[in-house]
C-alpha cells in the first residue's frame, strides 16, 4: 500500500498511523468473527443477545468501510476525477451512519413489542461435563470476554482518528464504545432474567438499541454535511478546522495583501481551500509572489492538499466581506 491520499505524500507520522490502522482494522474484523460466532452459540431467545449480535455484526461496517475507503483514495487524480477520490471516505461513512440507524429502528420496534406484548423470554440449561448448567450463565461468560478488546480497540483509533483526520476510523472508534457498553446491558437484561425480572430483557435491548440509533444519527449527519460541502471541521466534528485560520493568518501578514478570507472544504483526509485576497493599493501581485503564497500555504500543514489564491478586489461575504460586496452577490 503506497503511503499516500491522492497526490499527498504522507509525513512520516501520519504514515506510520496508516498502517497502525490498517493494522487494527484488520485485528478488529478478527476479533468480531470470534465474538459473532461464539455470541450465536449462547443467545437463546435473549432480545438483549440478540440485539448485542446484531450490533456486533454491524460493527463489521466501519473496519471493512475503513480498509476499502484507503485503497481508493491512494489513487492519483485522473481526468475524469480531477479532484481525486477523497469523496470515498464520505460516502464510506454515510453507508456506515445509514446501515447504524436503520438496525437500530428495527431493534426498537422489536424489543418494544416484546415489552408491550409482556413476552417471557426462557433461557434454558445446557449439560456441561454431565452438570445442567443455565445458559444465562454462558451468556454472561461471553459478554464480559467481549468488553476489554472494545475499550482498547476504541482508544488506540481515536488516537489514529485524530493523526489521520479519518471520520470512518473515529466512528469506527465510536462504534468500539457502542460495542462494550453492548455487552455490558446484555449482562444486565441476561441477569435481570435470572432474578426473575422478565422486562429486563426488553429493556436492556431497548437500552442497546437507542444507542445503535444515536450512533446512526451522529455519523449520518456528519457524513452528509460534510458531502454537502460544509464549513471543514476536526475529525470529530467538534470544531472548525484550524487550517483555514492558518492561511488566512500567514496570507493577512504578506506585505502585498490588504486582506484575506479562505473557503475550506473537507474532502475526506484532505482540504481544499479557495483563498481569496484583497492586493494593498499598488501593489497587483506577480506571478511569482502568488507561487510562493501558494506553496507556503501548502506547507502550513499535510492536510492541504490543493489551494487556489484568488487576487479580488472586495473578499465575498462568506469569508468576512461586507454584506453587500458584489463579489458576495455573484458568489450566492
Not at 461496517?61 to 469523496?87: C, D, M, Q, S
Not at 502585498?256 to 475526506?268: H, L, N, P, Y
Request: aromatic letters at 10%.
Amino acid at each position: 500500500m503506497t503511503a499516500r491520499f491522492g497526490r499527498t505524500e504522507l509525513p512520516e507520522r501520519q504514515e506510520q498511523a496508516l498502517r497502525k490502522a490498517v493494522r487494527f482494522e484488520w485485528y478488529t474484523l478478527v476479533f468480531l468473527a470470534i465474538t459473532i460466532t461464539m455470541v450465536y452459540l449462547v443467545m437463546g431467545s435473549s432480545q438483549a443477545m440478540k440485539a448485542a449480535w446484531i450490533e456486533d455484526l454491524l460493527s463489521l461496517t466501519p473496519p471493512i468501510a475503513f480498509l476499502i475507503a484507503v485503497r481508493i483514495v491512494n489513487r492519483r487524480p485522473t481526468e475524469k476525477y480531477p479532484y481525486g477520490y477523497h469523496r470515498a471516505v464520505g460516502v464510506a461513512h454515510l453507508v456506515a451512519g445509514v446501515a447504524l440507524f436503520a438496525m437500530g429502528v428495527f431493534l426498537i420496534i422489536d424489543s418494544a413489542s416484546g415489552l408491550i406484548s409482556a413476552e417471557h423470554p426462557p433461557i434454558g440449561s445446557i449439560v456441561l461435563f454431565g452438570q445442567p448448567i443455565w445458559l444465562g450463565w454462558l451468556m454472561m461468560i461471553a459478554m464480559a470476554l467481549t468488553i476489554p478488546l472494545p475499550i482498547y480497540f476504541g482508544k488506540v483509533k481515536m488516537r489514529l482518528a485524530r493523526d489521520l483526520h479519518d471520520k470512518v476510523l473515529y466512528a469506527d472508534a465510536d462504534m468500539n464504545k457502542a460495542d462494550w457498553m453492548t455487552a455490558a446491558g446484555s449482562i444486565v437484561g441476561v441477569a435481570g432474567i435470572g432474578l426473575g425480572f422478565w422486562w429486563a430483557d426488553s429493556a436492556a435491548a431497548l437500552f442497546i438499541a437507542a444507542s445503535i440509533v444515536s450512533d446512526g444519527v451522529k455519523n449520518m449527519r456528519a457524513a452528509i454535511t460534510d458531502l454537502i460541502d460544509t464549513r471543514a471541521t476536526t475529525f470529530d466534528d467538534g470544531r472548525p478546522h484550524p487550517v483555514a485560520g492558518q492561511v488566512d493568518t500567514y496570507l493577512r501578514d504578506l506585505s502585498w495583501v490588504e486582506k484575506a478570507g479562505s473557503r475550506m472544504r473537507d474532502q475526506g483526509h484532505v482540504f481544499h481551500v479557495e483563498s481569496f485576497v484583497v492586493p494593498r493599493k499598488g501593489k497587483t501581485p506577480s506571478l511569482t509572489q502568488l507561487m510562493e503564497a501558494r506553496n507556503a500555504c501548502v506547507d502550513l500543514d499535510w492536510r492541504v492538499q490543493d489551494i487556489v489564491i484568488v487576487p479580488i478586489d472586495e473578499l465575498p461575504e462568506e469569508v468576512g466581506g461586507s454584506d453587500d460586496s458584489r463579489q458576495s452577490e455573484r458568489s450566492r
